[in-house]
């Protein structure tokens, strides 16, 4: 009798042990943080930041492979302690933004970073076709300010202190090296592993009884026989 009640106690708890780790697993699925398309990407950064400037073609390269599937931001956060044009660059891109050529206006400085005076800056306004005298206007403009302020702040408020900074999913990414990696590679396998988890997400969610019912549906129905 002895040996049964043994035996019993140890079926009863190999069956709990097995209903725990199995509660475990699916508790752990519940709780898979859900990823959608596009993945936001944010970069702080300063238009006179030499690491900037090299970051500024890699993420062109990025933006042509990932397309829609990631939304890349621009977020500004001028170093102003050591780069003496940086803010005013700041503020004429935004002044370009209040006439449609944030974009193009951006691409402008990064290609031309070692001259970013006053002069260049509505040089390149012209250049591309902007309206010049608003131009002048809005970088003078306090409300075009307050963008270029806004986005410095919430750089401090997200514990950013060099440039380029980068968010992928609001996630920091430390851009550190190592002997398998470079950090714009690291970059890349962040934004693309978060694609690929989105995409796979996405997948798991159409559920074949969705498609068997749409055919149902739209199957053309038997005609019934004439009667006579």
Same mark, same amino acid.
């Given at each position: 009798?002895?040996?049964?009640?043994?035996?019993?106690?140890?079926?009863?708890?190999?069956?709990?042990?097995?209903?725990?780790?199995?509660?475990?697993? @699916?508790? *752990? +699925?519940? %709780? =898979?943080?859900?990823?959608? &398309?596009?993945?936001?990407? #944010?970069?702080?950064?300063?238009?006179?930041?030499?690491?900037?400037?090299?970051?500024?073609?890699?993420?062109?390269?990025?933006?042509?492979?990932?397309?829609?599937?990631?939304?890349?931001?621009?977020?500004?956060?001028?170093?102003?302690?050591?780069?003496?044009?940086?803010?005013?660059?700041?503020?004429?891109?935004?002044?370009?933004? @209040?006439? *449609? +050529?944030? %974009? =193009?206006?951006?691409?402008? &400085?990064?290609?031309?970073? #070692?001259?970013?005076?006053?002069?260049?800056?509505?040089?390149?306004?012209?250049?591309?076709?902007?309206?010049?005298?608003?131009?002048?206007?809005?970088?003078?403009?306090?409300?075009?300010?307050?963008?270029?302020?806004?986005?410095?702040?919430?750089?401090?408020?997200?514990?950013?202190?060099?440039?380029?900074?980068?968010?992928?999913?609001?996630?920091?990414?430390?851009?550190?090296?190592?002997?398998?990696?470079?950090?714009?590679?690291?970059?890349?396998?962040?934004?693309?592993?978060?694609?690929?988890?989105?995409?796979?997400?996405?997948?798991?969610?159409?559920?074949?009884?969705?498609?068997?019912?749409?055919?149902?549906?739209?199957?053309?129905?038997?005609?019934?026989?004439?009667?006579?």
């Amino acid at each position: 009798m002895k040996n049964i009640s043994t035996t019993f106690v140890i079926v009863i708890a190999s069956v709990i042990g097995i209903a725990f780790l199995f509660l475990l697993a @699916n508790t *752990g +699925k519940s %709780e =898979e943080k859900i990823v959608t &398309l596009p993945i936001k990407v #944010e970069e702080f950064s300063d238009f006179q930041c030499p690491a900037c400037g090299a970051y500024y073609t890699v993420l062109k390269s990025m933006r042509e492979e990932f397309g829609s599937d990631v939304e890349f931001v621009y977020r500004h956060f001028p170093l102003t302690t050591t780069h003496e044009f940086a803010y005013g660059a700041a503020v004429a891109s935004e002044a370009a933004r @209040n006439q *449609g +050529k944030f %974009e =193009e206006y951006h691409d402008k &400085l990064f290609e031309n970073q #070692e001259k970013l005076t006053k002069e260049d800056l509505e040089k390149y306004a012209l250049e591309l076709g902007l309206d010049v005298e608003k131009f002048k206007a809005d970088i003078e403009n306090p409300e075009t300010k307050a963008r270029v302020d806004a986005d410095i702040a919430e750089g401090d408020a997200r514990s950013v202190s060099s440039t380029p900074t980068f968010f992928v999913n609001g996630e920091m990414v430390r851009l550190t090296s190592s002997s398998s990696e470079s950090p714009d590679q690291k970059l890349k396998r962040t934004i693309r592993e978060l694609v690929d988890k989105a995409k796979a997400q996405a997948a798991v969610s159409v559920t074949p009884s969705a498609t068997v019912e749409e055919t149902a549906t739209t199957a053309t129905p038997t005609p019934s026989p004439t009667q006579p």
